[in-house]
């Protein structure tokens, strides 16, 4: 199996043990608006684009709406299930390229909403497929960020991923530190640089 299907196995079995009124760290969405975006996300190439097109937000949240109305059962079959032939999401390379993010941060969105979450154990596979995916989106993800920041893991293996004069340097588990680059503040990370930046760096957007 590959990371994406590991971690797509990984969230479902989540998503059956939680129900489909768990919270999550996605704002204003339960468990069944998270599977439900999922869904879109891969079944309703009509609807998706407006998941970051904000133009279109209003078609996609009117289909995550008709999906998070089915039973409950449905749409975990519907998951497990994949994308259809059809679906660029159906071809190995795309899935290995966009589905292990995917699928990892919101299998944790729903892992970190309560109080005493706790980092999953390290993952070989999964650790070096969310290092390369930083390197590759680093730069995309922090943009917006008004100081340099360099991303690295406790072996001292880094990334540059912004640059500015003021840097500061995140030091954590490849999964931590995508976790951060994708907008989530439930994380374990140390943080080292001139206070001033450092609190730029924690105040400043990120993600797509």
Request: charge should be positive.
């Amino acid at each position: 199996m590959s990371v994406a299907s590991d971690e797509r196995a990984a969230l479902i079995a989540l998503m059956e043990a939680v129900g489909p009124d768990a919270p999550t760290l996605c704002e204003g969405w339960l468990t069944r608006d998270l599977a439900a975006h999922l869904i879109v996300r891969e079944r309703r190439p009509d609807a998706a684009p407006g998941i970051l097109i904000k133009p279109l937000a209003g078609l996609t949240e009117r289909a995550m709406r008709e999906y998070a109305a089915r039973p409950w059962p449905e749409l975990l079959r519907l998951l497990r299930d994949g994308p259809p032939a059809w679906s660029p999401f159906a071809l190995d390379a795309i899935s290995d390229r966009v589905n292990v993010v995917e699928f990892f941060v919101h299998h944790e969105d729903i892992r970190r909403s309560v109080p005493d979450w706790q980092p999953r154990q390290p993952d070989g596979r999964r650790d070096a497929a969310l290092w390369k995916l930083l390197g590759r989106m680093g730069r995309l993800l922090y943009r917006r960020c008004p100081v340099g920041v360099v991303v690295r893991r406790p072996d001292g293996a880094e990334h540059a991923v912004r640059s500015g004069q003021r840097a500061v340097v995140a030091v954590g588990e490849p999964g931590e530190l995508v976790l951060h680059a994708y907008g989530r503040d439930q994380v374990r990370l140390d943080v080292h640089g001139e206070p001033a930046a450092v609190h730029a760096f924690q105040r400043s957007p990120r993600g797509l």
